[in-house]
Protein backbone atom coordinates (compact mmCIF):
# COMPACT_ATOMS: atom_id res chain seq x y z
CA UNK A 1 0.00 0.00 0.00
CA UNK A 2 1.43 3.51 -0.62
CA UNK A 3 -1.03 5.09 1.71
CA UNK A 4 -1.94 9.01 1.45
CA UNK A 5 -0.22 10.13 -1.69
CA UNK A 6 0.38 13.84 -2.22
CA UNK A 7 1.31 16.02 -5.49
CA UNK A 8 2.80 18.11 -5.70
CA UNK A 9 5.40 18.20 -3.03
CA UNK A 10 6.60 21.57 -3.46
CA UNK A 11 4.68 24.77 -5.39
CA UNK A 12 4.44 28.64 -6.22
CA UNK A 13 2.18 30.24 -7.75
CA UNK A 14 1.85 34.07 -8.43
CA UNK A 15 -1.63 35.76 -6.73
CA UNK A 16 -4.53 35.08 -9.08
CA UNK A 17 -3.23 32.16 -10.54
CA UNK A 18 -5.18 28.91 -9.49
CA UNK A 19 -4.20 25.17 -9.22
CA UNK A 20 -5.15 21.68 -7.97
CA UNK A 21 -3.27 19.85 -5.06
CA UNK A 22 -3.96 16.31 -5.72
CA UNK A 23 -4.22 14.31 -2.76
CA UNK A 24 -4.92 9.42 -3.54
CA UNK A 25 -5.21 7.39 -0.59
CA UNK A 26 -5.64 2.77 -1.53
CA UNK A 27 -6.47 2.21 1.75
CA UNK A 28 -10.43 2.17 0.70
CA UNK A 29 -11.19 4.92 3.62
CA UNK A 30 -14.24 6.64 3.32
CA UNK A 31 -13.24 9.91 5.22
CA UNK A 32 -10.95 12.22 3.59
CA UNK A 33 -9.76 15.66 4.49
CA UNK A 34 -7.91 18.54 3.41
CA UNK A 35 -5.85 20.59 6.13
CA UNK A 36 -3.46 23.52 6.07
CA UNK A 37 -0.84 24.79 8.62
CA UNK A 38 0.51 27.52 8.75
CA UNK A 39 3.96 28.69 11.11
CA UNK A 40 3.31 28.54 14.53
CA UNK A 41 0.05 26.82 14.51
CA UNK A 42 -1.48 23.50 14.51
CA UNK A 43 -3.63 21.80 11.70
CA UNK A 44 -6.62 23.77 10.31
CA UNK A 45 -9.35 22.10 8.72
CA UNK A 46 -10.32 23.05 5.34
CA UNK A 47 -12.68 20.64 3.32
CA UNK A 48 -13.75 17.02 4.44
CA UNK A 49 -15.81 14.38 2.59
CA UNK A 50 -17.13 10.94 4.05
CA UNK A 51 -18.03 9.45 0.68
CA UNK A 52 -17.91 9.69 -2.58
CA UNK A 53 -19.88 12.24 -3.95
CA UNK A 54 -20.42 13.82 -0.21
CA UNK A 55 -18.26 16.79 0.74
CA UNK A 56 -18.71 19.48 3.66
CA UNK A 57 -16.50 22.87 4.88
CA UNK A 58 -14.21 22.79 7.50
CA UNK A 59 -12.77 25.51 9.80
CA UNK A 60 -11.56 27.44 7.03
CA UNK A 61 -12.77 27.17 3.49
CA UNK A 62 -12.85 30.21 1.71
CA UNK A 63 -10.35 30.37 -1.31
CA UNK A 64 -11.03 26.50 -1.88
CA UNK A 65 -13.12 24.01 -3.66
CA UNK A 66 -13.05 20.37 -3.30
CA UNK A 67 -14.91 17.66 -5.17
CA UNK A 68 -14.95 13.62 -4.34
CA UNK A 69 -16.30 11.59 -7.60
CA UNK A 70 -13.96 8.57 -6.42
CA UNK A 71 -13.33 6.81 -3.00
CA UNK A 72 -9.58 7.02 -3.75
CA UNK A 73 -8.73 10.64 -4.54
CA UNK A 74 -10.18 13.84 -3.09
CA UNK A 75 -8.54 17.07 -4.62
CA UNK A 76 -8.20 20.46 -3.62
CA UNK A 77 -8.52 23.54 -5.74
CA UNK A 78 -7.21 27.22 -5.39
CA UNK A 79 -9.54 29.18 -7.75
CA UNK A 80 -7.79 32.46 -7.57
CA UNK A 81 -4.52 32.03 -5.59
CA UNK A 82 -3.82 34.83 -2.43
CA UNK A 83 -0.05 35.29 -0.44
CA UNK A 84 -2.64 34.16 2.52
CA UNK A 85 -2.86 31.02 1.07
CA UNK A 86 0.95 30.27 1.30
CA UNK A 87 0.73 27.74 3.78
CA UNK A 88 1.70 23.59 4.18
CA UNK A 89 -1.80 21.38 2.86
CA UNK A 90 -2.05 17.89 3.91
CA UNK A 91 -4.12 15.22 2.78
CA UNK A 92 -5.82 12.82 5.64
CA UNK A 93 -7.79 9.62 5.37
CA UNK A 94 -9.54 7.51 7.59
CA UNK A 95 -12.66 4.84 8.24
CA UNK A 96 -15.45 6.71 8.62
CA UNK A 97 -18.01 6.34 11.99
CA UNK A 98 -17.72 7.25 15.28
CA UNK A 99 -17.84 3.88 17.06
CA UNK A 100 -14.26 3.62 17.22
CA UNK A 101 -11.43 5.39 17.16
CA UNK A 102 -10.58 5.75 13.61
CA UNK A 103 -6.89 6.66 13.15
CA UNK A 104 -6.43 9.47 10.54
CA UNK A 105 -3.61 8.61 8.28
CA UNK A 106 -1.65 11.61 6.87
CA UNK A 107 0.07 12.59 3.23
CA UNK A 108 3.39 13.88 3.27
CA UNK A 109 2.37 17.36 2.95
CA UNK A 110 2.56 19.79 0.03
CA UNK A 111 4.37 22.97 0.17
CA UNK A 112 3.08 26.14 -1.66
CA UNK A 113 3.83 29.55 -1.62
CA UNK A 114 2.14 32.40 -3.52
CA UNK A 115 3.83 35.60 -4.40
CA UNK B 1 -16.53 24.57 18.94
CA UNK B 2 -13.83 22.76 20.46
CA UNK B 3 -10.23 24.14 21.53
CA UNK B 4 -7.36 22.86 22.28
CA UNK B 5 -4.57 25.03 23.73
CA UNK B 6 -0.73 23.77 24.18
CA UNK B 7 1.01 26.61 26.65
CA UNK B 8 4.61 25.56 25.78
CA UNK B 9 5.61 26.78 22.78
CA UNK B 10 8.74 25.15 23.18
CA UNK B 11 10.66 22.88 25.57
CA UNK B 12 14.17 21.21 25.80
CA UNK B 13 15.59 17.39 27.25
CA UNK B 14 18.51 16.03 28.25
CA UNK B 15 18.82 13.17 26.22
CA UNK B 16 17.41 9.94 28.42
CA UNK B 17 15.72 12.03 30.79
CA UNK B 18 11.76 12.76 31.08
CA UNK B 19 9.57 15.49 29.36
CA UNK B 20 5.96 16.27 30.35
CA UNK B 21 4.46 18.30 27.63
CA UNK B 22 0.92 19.91 28.25
CA UNK B 23 -2.56 20.07 26.67
CA UNK B 24 -5.59 21.72 27.41
CA UNK B 25 -9.06 21.29 25.46
CA UNK B 26 -12.33 22.80 26.19
CA UNK B 27 -15.48 21.26 25.05
CA UNK B 28 -18.93 20.51 26.54
CA UNK B 29 -19.21 16.93 24.97
CA UNK B 30 -18.65 13.63 26.97
CA UNK B 31 -17.90 11.36 24.49
CA UNK B 32 -14.77 12.19 22.62
CA UNK B 33 -11.31 11.37 21.73
CA UNK B 34 -7.97 12.68 22.29
CA UNK B 35 -4.35 12.46 20.53
CA UNK B 36 -0.86 13.46 20.26
CA UNK B 37 0.77 13.73 16.93
CA UNK B 38 3.94 14.32 16.01
CA UNK B 39 5.91 15.74 13.59
CA UNK B 40 9.44 15.54 12.73
CA UNK B 41 11.68 18.01 10.62
CA UNK B 42 10.35 15.79 7.70
CA UNK B 43 7.21 16.85 7.76
CA UNK B 44 5.10 13.60 8.67
CA UNK B 45 2.54 13.68 10.89
CA UNK B 46 2.94 10.71 12.89
CA UNK B 47 0.35 9.26 15.78
CA UNK B 48 1.57 9.01 18.50
CA UNK B 49 -0.79 7.98 21.47
CA UNK B 50 -4.77 8.36 21.71
CA UNK B 51 -6.78 8.10 24.76
CA UNK B 52 -10.84 7.54 24.69
CA UNK B 53 -12.60 9.91 26.81
CA UNK B 54 -14.52 7.05 28.23
CA UNK B 55 -11.57 5.04 29.53
CA UNK B 56 -9.84 6.22 33.17
CA UNK B 57 -6.84 3.99 32.25
CA UNK B 58 -4.47 6.40 30.91
CA UNK B 59 -3.01 5.04 27.44
CA UNK B 60 0.59 3.76 27.37
CA UNK B 61 2.39 3.23 24.14
CA UNK B 62 6.23 2.26 25.02
CA UNK B 63 8.09 5.52 26.14
CA UNK B 64 4.81 7.67 25.98
CA UNK B 65 2.33 7.83 28.67
CA UNK B 66 -0.42 10.05 28.73
CA UNK B 67 -1.74 11.82 32.00
CA UNK B 68 -5.59 12.17 30.83
CA UNK B 69 -7.29 14.01 33.86
CA UNK B 70 -11.02 14.56 32.34
CA UNK B 71 -12.44 17.05 35.08
CA UNK B 72 -10.00 19.30 34.35
CA UNK B 73 -9.74 18.70 30.91
CA UNK B 74 -6.16 18.26 30.37
CA UNK B 75 -4.07 15.77 28.48
CA UNK B 76 -0.54 15.75 28.87
CA UNK B 77 2.28 13.77 27.48
CA UNK B 78 4.98 11.94 28.97
CA UNK B 79 8.01 11.25 26.85
CA UNK B 80 10.59 8.91 29.16
CA UNK B 81 14.27 8.00 28.21
CA UNK B 82 14.52 10.74 25.88
CA UNK B 83 15.46 9.86 22.26
CA UNK B 84 17.43 12.32 19.66
CA UNK B 85 14.67 10.63 17.39
CA UNK B 86 11.89 12.36 19.58
CA UNK B 87 12.84 15.58 18.69
CA UNK B 88 10.01 17.08 17.09
CA UNK B 89 6.94 19.40 16.89
CA UNK B 90 4.11 17.72 19.48
CA UNK B 91 0.63 18.48 18.09
CA UNK B 92 -2.48 17.77 20.86
CA UNK B 93 -5.20 16.87 18.77
CA UNK B 94 -9.29 16.63 20.36
CA UNK B 95 -12.05 14.28 17.61
CA UNK B 96 -15.50 14.92 19.12
CA UNK B 97 -17.67 11.41 18.94
CA UNK B 98 -20.54 13.49 17.12
CA UNK B 99 -18.44 15.25 14.27
CA UNK B 100 -17.25 12.38 12.21
CA UNK B 101 -13.68 11.85 11.79
CA UNK B 102 -12.55 15.75 12.23
CA UNK B 103 -9.69 17.18 14.25
CA UNK B 104 -9.52 20.13 16.24
CA UNK B 105 -5.39 20.68 17.17
CA UNK B 106 -3.67 22.54 19.42
CA UNK B 107 -0.68 24.92 18.28
CA UNK B 108 2.29 22.72 18.68
CA UNK B 109 5.03 22.74 20.69
CA UNK B 110 7.91 22.11 19.53
CA UNK B 111 10.62 19.30 21.62
CA UNK B 112 14.57 19.43 21.49
CA UNK B 113 16.59 16.32 22.91
CA UNK B 114 19.91 17.54 23.66
CA UNK B 115 22.51 15.36 23.87
Known amino acids: NAGVTQTPKFQVLKTGQSMTLQCAQDMNHEYMSWYRQDPGMGLRLIHYSVGAGITDQGEVPNGYNVSRSTTEDFPLRLLSAAPSQTSVYFC??????????????FGPGTRLTVL | AQTVTQSQPEMSVQEAETVTLSCTYDTSENNYYLFWYKQPPSRQMILVIR??????QNATENRFSVNFQKAAKSFSLKISDSQLGDTAMYFCAFMSNNAGNMLTFGGGTRLMVKP
Open chain 2, 51 to 56: QEAYKQ
Open chain 1, 92 to 105: ASSFAGTASINEQF
